[in-house]
T-cell receptor, first 110, second 113 residues
């Protein structure tokens, strides 16, 4: 079973920041938070991951709360091409398999 | 190629037939994963290889499903006596080692008629 809880859907205006929340209250100390997204008819795409510090890359920022029980993925300037299903996944460092939940369907609107 | 390659992209087969789906991972990636995705659902884990061996096959639904990776690179997912319920997109992914970010292929859409 997925260890994360995400809202099923969200809307965002083009050019605005998209903030996607994720709850992972049972996360263990050695487990990372990973984010993937899946654009229609494509395979999932890695976005970002983190352990306890906030992370930023060219695609997004990841904010993890101090107690690590929740996180937020931030797309700073959403475009129409960011419309996708976003998956938040908890992954142990000694295990390979990603367990996908239902994710959040983000609809970016003009 | 630079990414994970899956062939064929589409496969239509008759109920009861045998099918093989192929995955070419990124060169040098030791970990390889198979997933199955039904319409409107997230990908469902099937099996994970570390090198040539299956490190975790707990997601294979029954003994009609089998996967191999004999030389630690290309992998084949084999489905015997296909059923209409096997219709789905089968996704393959690879990563440098287990527990690191994974790169997915475009998937094989299997339709059992």
């Amino acid at each position: 079973d997925a260890k994360t809880t995400q809202p099923p859907s969200m809307d965002c205006a083009e050019g605005r920041a998209a903030n996607l929340p994720c709850n992972h209250s049972t996360i263990s100390g050695n487990e990372y938070v990973y984010w993937y997204r899946q654009i229609h008819s494509q395979g999932p795409q890695y976005i970002i991951h983190g352990l306890k510090n906030n992370e930023t890359n060219e695609m997004a920022s990841l904010i993890i709360t101090e107690d690590r029980k929740s996180s937020t993925l931030i797309l700073p300037h959403a475009t129409l091409r960011d419309t996708a299903v976003y998956y938040c996944i908890v992954l142990g460092s000694n295990t390979g398999k990603l367990i996908f939940g239902q994710g959040t369907t983000l609809q970016v609107k003009p | 190629g630079a990414g994970v390659s899956q062939t064929p992209s589409n496969k239509v087969t008759e109920k009861g037939k045998y099918v093989e789906l192929r995955c070419d991972p990124i060169s040098g990636h030791t970990a390889l994963y198979w997933y199955r995705q039904s319409l409107g659902q997230g990908p469902e884990f099937l099996i994970y290889f570390q090198g040539t061996g299956a490190a975790d096959d707990s997601g294979l639904p029954n003994d009609r499903f089998f996967a191999v990776r004999p030389e630690g690179s290309v992998s084949t997912l084999k489905i015997q006596r296909t059923e209409r319920g096997d219709s789905a997109v089968y996704l393959c992914a690879s990563s440098l080692t287990g527990g690191q970010k994974a790169f997915f292929g475009q998937g094989t859409r299997l339709t059992v008629v």
